[in-house]
């Protein structure tokens, strides 16, 4: 079973950047699509982005697109997030999941229940 461990959250202000990383122990990532999610406080998780297990399709949250952008690197056994122009709106904890459903790779998955493995999430805070 693979356990997913997010890293890179943190402070920053308003228009910075910040990448997350979400590391895989205990199997390789390579079989999975990943997604990222957040969840703000008071909030329900909602979709971030995610990628097919090969790396070739991404799918974005339409408020994300532009300004986010995932990549995996299957070497490494990690799936990154970069986010740009953060606002205080992208404050929450995010985290990331794996997903072994194939079609996932193929189609993309947007819900939580889409997703079989989760990370404990990090949090990211966007002064303004």
């Not at 910075?16 to 957040?38: D, E, H, K, N």
Request: hydrophobic share 35%; glycine share 10%; aromatic share 12%.
């Amino acid at each position: 079973q693979v356990q997913l461990v997010e890293s890179g959250g943190g402070l920053v202000q308003a228009g910075g950047s910040l990448r997350l990383s979400c590391a895989a122990s205990g199997g390789t990532l390579i079989r999975y699509a990943v997604g990222w999610f957040r969840q703000a406080q008071g909030k329900e998780r909602e979709f971030v982005a995610a990628i097919s297990w090969s790396g070739d399709s991404t799918y974005s949250a339409d408020a994300m697109k532009g300004r986010f952008t995932i990549s995996r690197d299957n070497a490494k056994n990690t799936v990154y997030l970069q986010m740009n122009s953060l606002n205080p709106e992208d404050t929450a904890v995010y985290y990331c999941a794996a997903a072994t459903n194939h079609y996932c790779s193929d189609d993309g998955c947007y819900l939580s229940y889409e997703y079989d493995y989760w990370g404990q999430g990090t949090q990211v805070t966007v002064s303004s």
